[in-house]
């Protein structure tokens, strides 16, 4: 079966019954930078550095290697920080920090970015990372195709000062800009790459890429001239499963060492009382949400919306999906958001008022398809709104996809769908609903101008009040039902450390992943 054992080399000879594990957050070690500049991060030594190799247990499979042109996060979830780097990337706790830049400043007006890079990079095949990749990088976001390159259209283009110098330029403040860049949209590349980013991938970062066998496994190895200090382990194996069951019983038996955003939820319990594995649940950036196709009849009306909103019983939705892990939301982002704030309350359950919001809107005897991904929380969630919606007379046939291939085409891509549900691990996937092209076909220009103005703010408190109100417009047009946030649940064999307890919605960090010896 997928991520079954190949390569079980380090981990079961080191693992010893009852050892006590602590797991380390994932960071490069820089404090976070203050408004406009960054400081380099210190360099975190070569402690605990061995020649094992760890297997990781997946749920969600790339379809490809290159997240520039296709969708779905779990491409640069394996990838980035790992094989790709950035300018900056996000610390543990939401800050930008430094990577392949060491410090930047920002002009007054908001639109000058200027970045030292770090001197003496090198890609995976040996050539110099300098300013002039930089360019090559960022002005070619207008040719990417998925993963919202929208986010960095503020970016004008980008002057080369000197080798070790570039400058960023917006053709209009974007107070959201580097945030964006520690993610994929910042990833560098090597111009002579970047024809073969589908099946091979040459980045920076500390590990290589070495193969992807489709939808079983991705294997990475230790790149040994990296600018920084040398990942913790000599291999790492990405392996796919295609059942949370199948992924717990490949920790028990020895096929994988840890889990990462274990979705078993039901096997937790027992994991966490066995001294032979450690668990851990954090936090994560992820928002699971059924979305409402607002350009298809019924649902073009925000009576129907929100009726199915509050026909829905979301803590029923969390029971079983996560049998209760996770944290219900009421709208679009999530905790650790800075304008976060707390709607669940606001299409509590509530049948009767759904009933009579779906009389009102002339809508009774609805019937919806919902399309579903091959997941297991989907699935689960499914069940629960066909039932829920069953019961104020809304009948919906759940459709099955595959994902990420079915769903990305035919629900994502084409829009071909009434209802649809997933788990959108990027972060600040809220600004999402600023765009009318987007799969759910939302389309507000209130919500629009809302979001253009946080965008365009001077200071975190302007940024902050705008996108609270544009939050708040967004739930009151309901054009999903937004279920949950997710835990980021890691169970680790013991003789395993080094993942990050929180997951911040762009590469799981594995270079600090290490095996005791």
Same mark, same amino acid.
């Given at each position: 079966?997928?991520?079954?054992?190949?390569?079980?080399?380090?981990?079961?000879?080191?693992?010893?019954?009852?050892?006590?594990?602590?797991?380390?957050?994932?960071?490069?070690?820089?404090?976070?930078?203050?408004? /406009?500049?960054?400081?380099?991060?210190?360099?975190?030594?070569?402690?605990?550095?061995?020649?094992?190799?760890?297997?990781?247990?997946?749920?969600?499979?790339?379809?490809?290697?290159?997240?520039? %042109? %296709?969708?779905?996060?779990?491409?640069?979830?394996?990838?980035?920080?790992?094989?790709?780097?950035?300018?900056?990337?996000? /610390?543990?706790?939401?800050?930008?920090?430094?990577?392949?830049?060491?410090?930047?400043?920002?002009?007054?007006?908001?639109?000058?970015?200027?970045? %030292?890079?770090?001197?003496?990079?090198?890609?995976?095949?040996?050539?110099?990372?300098?300013?002039?990749?930089?360019?090559?990088?960022?002005?070619?976001?207008?040719?990417?195709?998925?993963?919202?390159?929208?986010?960095?259209?503020?970016?004008?283009?980008?002057?080369?000062?000197?080798?070790?110098?570039?400058?960023?330029?917006?053709?209009?403040?974007?107070?959201?800009?580097?945030?964006?860049?520690?993610?994929?949209? /910042?990833?560098?590349?090597?111009?002579?790459?970047?024809?073969?980013?589908?099946?091979?991938?040459?980045?920076?970062?500390?590990?290589?890429?070495?193969?992807?066998?489709?939808?079983?496994?991705?294997?990475?190895?230790?790149?040994?001239?990296?600018?920084?200090?040398?990942?913790?382990?000599?291999?790492?194996?990405?392996?796919?499963?295609?059942?949370?069951?199948?992924?717990?019983?490949?920790?028990?038996?020895?096929?994988?060492?840890?889990?990462?955003?274990?979705?078993?939820?039901?096997?937790?319990?027992?994991?966490?009382?066995?001294?032979?594995?450690?668990?851990?649940?954090?936090?994560?950036?992820?928002?699971?949400?059924?979305?409402?196709?607002?350009?298809?009849?019924?649902?073009?009306? %925000?009576?129907?919306?929100?009726?199915?909103?509050?026909?829905?019983?979301?803590?029923?939705?969390?029971?079983?999906?996560?049998?209760?892990?996770?944290?219900?939301?009421?709208?679009?982002?999530?905790?650790?958001?800075?304008?976060?704030?707390?709607?669940?309350?606001?299409?509590?359950?509530?049948?009767?008022?759904?009933?009579?919001?779906?009389?009102?809107?002339?809508?009774?005897?609805?019937?919806?398809?919902?399309?579903?991904?091959?997941?297991?929380?989907?699935?689960?969630?499914?069940?629960?709104?066909?039932?829920?919606?069953?019961?104020?007379?809304?009948?919906?046939?759940?459709?099955?996809?595959?994902?990420?291939?079915?769903?990305?085409?035919?629900?994502?891509?084409?829009?071909?769908?009434?209802?649809?549900?997933?788990?959108?691990?990027?972060?600040?996937?809220?600004?999402?609903?600023?765009?009318?092209?987007?799969?759910?076909?939302?389309?507000?220009?209130?919500?629009?101008?809302?979001?253009?103005?946080?965008?365009?703010?001077?200071?975190?408190?302007?940024?902050?009040?705008?996108?609270?109100?544009?939050?708040?417009?967004?739930?009151?047009?309901?054009?999903?039902?937004?279920?949950?946030?997710?835990?980021?649940?890691?169970?680790?064999?013991?003789?395993?450390?080094?993942?990050?307890?929180?997951?911040?919605?762009?590469?799981?960090?594995?270079?600090?992943?290490?095996?005791?010896?």
């Amino acid at each position: 079966m997928p991520g079954t054992s190949r390569r079980r080399r380090a981990v079961g000879a080191a693992a010893t019954a009852g050892l006590a594990l602590i797991l380390a957050a994932c960071s490069a070690g820089a404090s976070p930078a203050s408004p /406009g500049t960054g400081s380099a991060p210190a360099p975190a030594g070569s402690a605990g550095v061995s020649d094992a190799t760890v297997s990781v247990g997946l749920a969600t499979v790339p379809a490809s290697l290159d997240f520039t %042109t %296709t969708g779905g996060a779990a491409i640069f979830q394996a990838l980035m920080g790992n094989v790709y780097e950035g300018l900056v990337q996000l /610390g543990d706790d939401g800050s930008v920090q430094p990577l392949l830049a060491t410090s930047w400043t920002v002009s007054d007006d908001g639109l000058r970015y200027t970045f %030292t890079l770090r001197d003496g990079v090198t890609f995976h095949d040996g050539a110099a990372f300098t300013a002039d990749d930089v360019k090559f990088s960022l002005e070619r976001l207008s040719q990417w195709t998925a993963n919202t390159p929208g986010n960095l259209a503020a970016i004008d283009h980008v002057e080369v000062d000197s080798p070790t110098q570039a400058t960023v330029v917006l053709s209009a403040p974007d107070a959201n800009a580097l945030f964006w860049l520690a993610g994929p949209l /910042g990833a560098m590349f090597d111009p002579d790459s970047v024809a073969s980013l589908a099946t091979q991938a040459n980045g920076t970062g500390p590990f290589t890429f070495v193969s992807y066998e489709q939808s079983v496994t991705m294997v990475l190895t230790r790149n040994d001239d990296y600018w920084g200090a040398p990942a913790k382990v000599k291999e790492v194996d990405l392996d796919y499963f295609a059942d949370a069951a199948s992924a717990a019983n490949a920790l028990r038996t020895g096929g994988v060492d840890a889990l990462f955003q274990a979705e078993a939820y039901d096997q937790i319990p027992s994991f966490d009382a066995d001294p032979a594995f450690t668990v851990t649940t954090g936090t994560t950036q992820g928002v699971v949400v059924m979305s409402m196709n607002s350009a298809h009849g019924a649902l073009g009306d %925000t009576r129907v919306r929100q009726a199915i909103a509050t026909a829905i019983d979301k803590t029923a939705v969390l029971a079983a999906a996560t049998a209760g892990y996770g944290t219900v939301l009421g709208g679009p982002s999530v905790p650790t958001d800075p304008y976060y704030v707390d709607t669940s309350g606001t299409y509590a359950y509530d049948p009767d008022a759904a009933k009579a919001l779906l009389a009102r809107a002339d809508a009774t005897g609805l019937s919806l398809t919902f399309t579903v991904p091959n997941r297991p929380y989907a699935q689960a969630i499914a069940q629960v709104v066909q039932s829920d919606l069953a019961a104020v007379g809304i009948t919906v046939t759940l459709v099955p996809q595959e994902f990420p291939a079915v769903w990305v085409d035919q629900t994502m891509t084409k829009k071909n769908f009434d209802l649809t549900v997933t788990n959108h691990v990027e972060p600040r996937n809220i600004t999402n609903y600023a765009n009318p092209d987007y799969y759910w076909s939302y389309d507000s220009a209130p919500a629009r101008d809302l979001f253009a103005q946080a965008k365009a703010a001077v200071g975190d408190d302007a940024f902050t009040a705008a996108m609270k109100d544009a939050a708040a417009l967004v739930v009151s047009d309901s054009p999903g039902a937004w279920l949950y946030n997710p835990p980021n649940v890691v169970v680790t064999r013991a003789a395993v450390s080094g993942f990050a307890t929180n997951y911040m919605g762009v590469g799981i960090g594995l270079a600090q992943v290490a095996v005791a010896q």
